[in-house]
């Protein structure tokens, strides 16, 4: 991970998750756009955000 440049996202930025584990605080997410392109498959628009403090992976999916 640290041969990516992460960028913060927007401080008040949350994904659209439903969590059932109350006891799990995500809250530090950024984006790269190396990472994105490294392990997101082209063909499906969107980008990925990484939560640096649990290591989740959330996919950004823009649909039309």
């Known amino acids: ?3 990516y440049e992460w ?3 927007p401080f008040n ?8 584990n109350t006891g799990l605080l995500l809250s530090n ?3 790269s756009a190396a990472f994105t392109k490294d392990f997101k498959p082209a ?3 969107g980008e ?3 939560e640096r403090s649990r290591g989740v992976v959330f996919f950004v999916i823009e649909i039309e």
Do not use: E, F, Y
Not at 13 to 20: D, K
């Open 7 to 9: 960028q913060n996202m």
């Open 29 to 31: 997410w950024v984006q």
């Open 1 to 3: 991970m640290n041969k």
């Open 43 to 45: 063909d499906l628009p």
């Open 48 to 50: 990925l955000c990484l």
């Open 13 to 20: 930025w949350s994904p659209g998750l439903a969590i059932t």
